[in-house]
């Protein structure tokens, strides 16, 4: 059964912009450790990124695609949580468009901005986000008030 857990009320949009050359991953962990972003939703980004190490979790451990030339960031999404020892967790998928026009999508393991990135999260203010290992060895999220 669906638990609703809270709603969008009180909380908090981050706008960002990533430039040419950052390492995506890292830029968007200062941003969150910045503005005491404890937990949050991924709403959306685009831009490029080059670079890229693409997972995908086969039920053991994630197969890796690496992607060297500049692609499009069609879409991201994803959450910002902490694990049990206070480990910021930024979990994200992105779909990415190839100069050819053909789609790859994943988990974003690595990626660099190619040029730029805009971004926007919300902050999460009344729901505390927690990632947990279950038995897939994946942390597993567990929302709490």
């Known amino acids: ?47 490029m990124l080059k670079n890229i190490t693409l997972g995908y979790f086969n039920g ?16 991201t999404q994803g959450n910002i949580a902490h694990d049990e020892e206070g480990k910021l967790i930024i979990h994200v998928h992105v779909a990415l468009a190839r100069e050819n026009k053909a789609m790859l999508g994943g988990h974003l393991i690595k990626g660099t901005v190619n040029n730029t990135v805009e971004m926007f999260i919300l902050k999460l203010n009344n729901i505390a986000l927690l990632k947990k290992p279950q038995e897939t060895n994946i942390p597993q999220l567990f929302p709490r008030r």
């Open 1 to 47: 059964m669906l638990d609703v857990i809270g709603k969008i009320e009180n909380n908090d949009i981050i706008a960002i912009r990533m430039k040419d050359g950052e390492d995506f991953l890292d830029s968007l962990k200062e941003v969150m450790e910045r503005y005491s972003v404890g937990s949050g939703i991924i709403v959306g980004a685009v831009g």
């Open 60 to 75: 053991k451990e994630y197969s890796k695609t690496e992607i060297e030339e500049p692609c499009e960031l069609v879409s």
